[in-house]
């Protein structure tokens, strides 16, 4: 359902938005939400450049991406390290000049009681979902500044408004 009304926001704005020719990059790009935009994009005329933690799943991705455009690609990135991010987003800089669009959408999420919940787990949930889209943000904002030009989208989840059960951390690394 969530993934059909993505669909239906992206072909919304593909009505008002030239995505042609327009450099995207996506975290968590190798399943769920972050394929879903990938494709939408691709369809639309985008390069993107999508980016998650499993190789296996990223090449399914880039198999659904490259129907689209031989220009688009997938890349190994765990946006909780901040190297990685740094990369990614000089890489795409030096490839193509620029990033117009940039979803931090990756995260990982645990259903577990949080007295139970190791904190070490903890840890990797808020590096990944919060910190991971500082630090994506933070690599890419500054070439948007300079050329003018950009758009940052964060995909959040409604688990940061209204606390959901067993997901303490989760909830706790979306939050507004």
Request: hydrophobic fraction near 40%; charged fraction near 20%; aromatic fraction near 4%.
């Amino acid at each position: 359902m969530v993934i059909d009304l993505l669909r239906g926001a992206i072909n919304v704005c593909s009505g008002l938005m030239d995505f042609r020719g327009k450099v995207v990059l996506i975290t968590g790009a190798s399943q769920g939400i972050g394929r879903c935009l990938a494709v939408a994009f691709v369809q639309r005329g985008a390069i993107v450049i999508g980016c998650g933690r499993s190789e296996e799943r990223l090449q399914e991705t880039l198999r659904e991406l490259r129907r689209f455009s031989q220009k688009s690609t997938v890349v190994v990135c765990d946006v909780a390290h901040r190297e990685q991010v740094l990369a990614i987003v000089r890489q795409t800089l030096a490839d193509f000049g620029r990033i117009d669009i940039l979803i931090n959408n990756a995260g990982i999420g645990m259903r577990r009681p949080f007295i139970e919940t190791p904190l070490d787990t903890i840890e990797e949930i808020m590096r990944t979902n919060f910190l991971g889209t500082v630090y994506c943000t933070h690599e890419v904002l500054p070439s948007m500044i300079s050329r003018g030009s950009g758009h940052i989208v964060n995909i959040s989840s409604g688990s940061g408004h209204i606390g959901t059960l067993n997901m303490a951390a989760y909830c706790g690394s979306k939050l507004p």
